[in-house]
């Protein structure tokens, strides 16, 4: 959360001319209201419950699809062991970290982060970080990177 995935994954896309899904935008468009509306009326199960479905029908329409496909995952969705599973054996997990003052910096002033409200910042990078290095086959760290630092980075990651 607040690591630039969803700015980076579509100029990464954009680059190498894959199609570019950010997972939290699909659950808002697949289920007509915001995160924070989701949070309010089914609570953090309810949400994740909606997550995994949409990963799940991601991955399965771009499974046979010739080519790759960029997605942002949110910040949370390794929190659920199904999507983590997931991400484990259906993709090649690229963690974008950041430092805790980025981080911070990123996400100031943000609203419609329903977990920093309850949990906190500290809380969720002690509780996520673990489960990021689990999923992940390659770690970024985004700190000060210009646009083109960051696409070159990730074009040698992949290849």
Known sequence: MGCGKSTWGALFARRIGAPFIDL?????DREGRSIPAIFASEGEAGFRRIEQ???????AQYADAPGRLVLALGGGTVTTP??????????????????AETLRKNLAGSEGRPLLKTRGFESLLRERGPLYA???EKRVLTDG??????ISILEKTIK
């Open 53 to 59: 479905e949409c990963l799940e029908e991601v991955l």
């Open 134 to 136: 689990a999923v992940a």
């Open 145 to 150: 990177l210009g646009p083109e630092e960051m």
């Open 24 to 28: 939290d935008n699909y659950i808002c």
């Open 82 to 99: 199904a999507c983590a599973e997931l991400i484990r054996s259906k993709t090649f997990c690229i963690w974008l970290d950041a430092s």
